[in-house]
């Protein structure tokens, strides 16, 4: 736990702005972004404390899918079921602005404006599916 990152907070309930939406993993929470790109956008984060995704390794694998099926549960419950049109992804460093691992998860990607789909283009240097 760091008491200096937001993530952390919102993940233990101490952001009483933050309301977290329903989660199927009690090692995972998911909200939505505060700056939204899209009519659905939402982040899920793990509750301990985790570098970004360069920290990533293969054992890390089971948490990631988990993070996706959290992302696709939150859209399904929040009425969006054409998961052809969502985009997930991380921002890859220096290009995210908060160092605690978070899955973006955003929906339709047809909507996207041109900034967004520039911010979470697939597979580009900043962002990673």
Known sequence: YDGKCVFCRIARREEPGTALLPCQYEDLVCFRDIKP????????????????????????IPLVKRMMEVGKAVLQKNNFSDLNDIRMGFHWPPFCSISHLHLHVL?????????????????????IT
Do not use: D
């Open 107 to 127: 929906a339709p990607a047809s909507q996207l404006g041109f900034l967004s789909r520039l911010m979470y283009r697939i597979n580009s240097y900043w962002f």
């Open 37 to 60: 790109s899209a009519p659905h956008h939402y982040l899920v984060v793990p509750v301990e404390h985790m570098g970004n995704c360069k920290t990533l390794k293969g054992e890390h």
